[in-house]
């Protein structure tokens, strides 16, 4: 495909811009593409991942106008979830609780993602640990019973069982 | 000024680390917060006050347990001018300015390691290293959160991490980053390639001094975009990975600069050197494109070699703010300019022994 602006060089660079809600494909070159000054998001303060975030909660919330409850509200600072897709920013730790139906979608979209796998503070550590395991653990049960590799499954669902009865019997302390 | 943070150079400038041509630094930042405060765009003076008192109380025990010593400051007792050298020397981010009021930094001595307080989260935790090493300012990160986290309650939920305001930044709460000089990819015009194979990997490219700054004398920050599903590891070894395929890619560009067109190359970077060298007035936009100039040409032994530290600590100092606190006062912008082309001068005639 040969570039859309000045039709001789190839087209390499492929912009998707989105107007008012139409979508735009431009194929150009990347000369063309530099002069037309669509690639200069690395200097333009407007694109910054704070306006892309709200941009993204504003459509969200547009998509969900009536169906969603709109007084969603953190009970502990009282940010409401429509001044959160406004600004982008949430108002305390207990909002993640009062909002977490809604930010489910927000944390796929921009994470791909909505689970932690990262560290874990110390004083949580055993615990938490023994749990994310358990979890895994599942996650690889589930997969065994759908390849029909029964052996595999029931020494998983042991192993399941047995961290199970630790973190029972010793809440906080126990861990892998 | 206060202490320390007047003092000309971090660590993370002298040029020491691996790979230091291309990779100037390599930063880690951990974003947290309190349980029982609200976030900083939502707390009282007050609450923030509490916070800064609450985390200088568990800077005091990590300073009398370990061997670092770290200073707390806070923004409303320093100047303005103090306040911008902390920007240019990467030790707070431009928007910490804006909260000047509620604001406070926490620096080490050698300027490794930094703490914003009441930013956009109650604690952005930094660690700056030179040259690409990654893994060690991850693990210094990660103990100076461990070392806090012994005194101070860091909100966190087993499902989704550690808690931030934006939730860009939920999960790891990490933001690790490479600081790059990729000029022979820019002047072979393959940035927009480049830029877009990073992107679609997930990490993000920047200018110099972070989020909506331009991206002056080829200096280019990439950083991880999502901090939650991956490990802290993940993310770093993803980063790292990517470093060192451009790395690869900006040396395969400056090896077919040097076939294809070296008298030009050799005639740029010498013209850079003398403007640098004799010229008596400087603007900072063409202070950073020669440099990168000047550095491109010492990397290739095209010119002269001047210390690598010299150049990064030159990419601080010719900043306005940083140049107007060593004159001791406000300057305007031609007096800055002359003040510049001087210390430039002066810097490169010393240690390249002109």
């Known amino acids: ?176 | 000024m206060p202490g320390g943070i007047n003092h000309a150079m971090s660590k993370w400038m002298d040029g020491s680390g691996p790979e230091a041509d291309i990779v100037v630094s390599s930063r880690i930042r951990l974003a947290r917060n309190l349980t029982a405060v609200p976030f900083p765009n939502r707390q009282s003076k007050e609450q923030a006050d509490r916070v800064i008192e609450q985390v200088a109380a568990a800077v005091e025990r990590f300073n009398r347990d370990g061997p670092m010593h770290l200073t707390v400051y806070r923004l409303r007792d320093l100047t303005p001018l103090e306040r911008r050298v902390l920007v240019e020397k990467h030790l707070i981010s431009p928007q910490h300015l804006q909260s000047a009021d509620t604001g406070a930094v926490v620096v080490s001595q050698d300027e490794t390691l930094s703490i914003m307080i009441n930013e956009e989260d109650h604690l952005r935790l930094q660690v700056i290293l030179s040259g690409l090493q990654l893994e060690p300012a991850w693990e210094a990160a990660s103990r100076l959160d461990d070392a806090l986290a012994e005194t101070l309650d860091f909100a966190f939920r087993e499902d989704v991490g550690y808690l931030t305001a934006c939730p860009t930044n939920v999960g790891t709460g990490m933001r690790a980053s490479v600081m790059t000089h990729l000029p022979a990819l820019a002047m072979t015009n393959q940035l927009p390639r480049v830029v877009g194979a990073i992107m679609k990997l997930g990490l993000v490219v920047r200018g110099l001094y972070g989020e909506g700054t331009d991206a002056i004398g080829n200096m280019f920050q990439i950083s991880n975009q999502i901090t939650l599903g991956q490990s802290e590891e993940e993310i770093i070894d993803n980063l790292r990975n990517l470093t060192v395929k451009i790395l690869q890619e900006e040396r395969t560009a400056r090896e077919d600069l040097l076939h294809d067109a070296r008298y030009q190359l050799e005639d740029r970077v010498s013209r850079a050197y003398g403007l640098l060298t004799h010229a008596r007035i400087m603007s900072s936009q063409e202070a950073m494109q020669l440099l990168s100039d000047v550095r491109l040409g010492v990397d290739l032994e095209l010119i002269r070699p001047v210390p690598i530290g010299i150049l990064n600590e030159l990419l601080v100092e010719t900043r306005p703010a940083y140049l107007q606190s060593m004159a001791g006062e406000e300057l305007g912008p031609d007096e800055r300019d002359r003040r510049r082309a001087s210390l430039i001068r002066q810097r490169l005639q010393n240690r390249a022994g002109i």
Request: hydrophobic share 35%; charged share 30%; glycine share 8%.
């Open chain 1, 1 to 176: 495909m040969l570039c859309q602006q000045c039709r001789k060089r190839p087209a390499t660079v492929q912009i998707t811009q989105i107007t008012d809600g139409h979508k735009v494909e431009l194929h150009l070159c990347e000369e063309c593409a530099l002069k037309s000054g669509k690639l200069d998001f690395i200097s333009d303060p407007q694109v910054s991942l704070e306006n892309f975030l709200t941009g993204l909660l504003q459509s969200d919330i547009n998509a969900a106008a009536g169906a969603r409850p709109a007084g969603v509200q953190c009970q502990a600072c009282g940010m409401t979830y429509q001044e959160f897709s406004r600004t982008g920013k949430l108002g305390c730790a207990e909002c993640y609780r009062f909002f977490m139906d809604q930010l489910q979608p927000v944390f796929r979209r921009i994470h791909g993602n909505t689970r932690h796998h990262g560290k874990l503070p110390r004083r949580l550590e055993g615990a938490a640990r023994a749990r994310r395991e358990v979890q895994e653990l599942r996650e690889r049960l589930r997969r065994a019973v759908e390849a029909e590799n029964f052996e595999e499954a029931a020494a998983l669902r042991d192993e399941i069982r047995l961290l199970e009865a630790s973190l029972n019997q010793e809440p906080g302390k126990t861990g892998g």
